[in-house]
């Protein structure tokens, strides 16, 4: 752990977390993965990090930014969190949104009718009795 100071102007902020940071390693392709959420809009966010060397923390973190330093060969990133201030050598950092909040944002629910409703579990319900597709088959093509 590195004395807490702010990241210099020409570093890039990639990630910004709000509240607890849960760190630890997800598979052995990812390192280090960060997960919380993100800051300003609750949304689930994770940072994963490929090549991760073993100084990377692991544990809990509050309100964690992510920052990348250089480019080429020298880039490692920044994690400045409530006064502390871990670097982490990797080769690569993923950031991943969880797009479902904003999806469901976008679409409008689905207005269905009380008849509507309990016609579907009626019928979902009938097909669970043994032959009861093919009685229901047959019936629809006696219609015709």
Do not use: K
């Amino acid at each position: 752990m590195l004395p807490p100071e702010q990241p210099a102007a020409a570093e890039r902020l990639i990630a910004a977390f709000a509240g607890v940071v849960q760190i630890g390693v997800a598979s052995p392709a990812v390192n280090c993965r960060l997960a919380g959420a993100e800051q300003g809009t609750g949304i689930a966010l994770e940072v994963h990090f490929s090549g991760a060397g073993a100084d990377a923390p692991l544990g809990t973190l509050r309100d964690v930014q992510v920052f990348e330093q250089g480019r080429g060969a020298g880039r490692h990133w920044l994690l400045l969190g409530a006064g502390t201030r871990h670097e982490v050598q990797a080769r690569a950092a993923q950031v991943h949104r969880m797009p479902s909040a904003a999806f469901y944002a976008a679409v409008p629910p689905p207005r269905l009718t009380l008849a509507t409703r309990l016609g579907w579990v009626l019928l979902l319900n009938i097909l669970r009795i043994p032959g009861a597709a093919r009685l229901i088959a047959w019936l629809r093509s006696s219609r015709t």
